[in-house]
Structures are given as structure tokens and as C-alpha cells.
């Protein structure tokens, strides 16, 4: 029973997890998205696979950092 329980909790923490590994995947890509369409000449964005983003150019860390920061808060 003991055992089972901490299985359970595992599970929950392994899902919270990839939750937010999945948020910052969103928040990040759609903020190089956005200053790539607000700047084309500056940076351009390329998401060839779900699990590949090949960026050139100069980003804007500031804002990258609050769009991080917001999603991990619970931000829009």
C-alpha cells in the first residue's frame, strides 16, 4: 500500500514535470517567433521538429527572460 502510494506521487511529479517542460518549450518558442515577426531583418526562426529551433540573430534576452519567467509563474 506505502509502495503503491509512492508510485502514484512519482507518477504526479514525472507529469508536473514534463508539464512545465512542455510550457517553456511554448513560452520560448513563441516569444523567438514573435521578435523574429517584429524584426525579420534582426532574426529569423526556423522550428524544423518539435524538438529542434534553429535561431539566427540577436534576441532580445530581456523580453525572453520575462516570457520564461511568466510561464513558469503561471503566466499567460
Do not use: C, F, H, T
Not at 504526479?12 to 516569444?31: F, P, S, T, V, Y
Not at 529542434?52 to 532580445?60: F, P, T, Y
Amino acid at each position: 500500500m506505502l509502495e503503491e502510494k509512492w508510485l502514484l506521487e512519482e507518477n504526479d511529479r514525472l507529469r508536473e514535470k514534463l508539464m512545465l517542460e512542455e510550457k517553456l518549450k511554448e513560452a520560448i518558442i513563441g516569444e523567438l517567433k514573435r521578435q523574429a515577426a517584429n524584426r525579420p531583418q534582426s532574426l529569423k526562426v526556423d522550428g524544423s521538429s518539435e524538438e529542434e529551433l534553429v535561431v539566427n540573430g540577436k534576441i532580445d534576452l530581456a523580453e525572453l527572460a520575462m516570457v520564461i519567467a511568466g510561464s513558469v509563474a503561471g503566466g499567460p
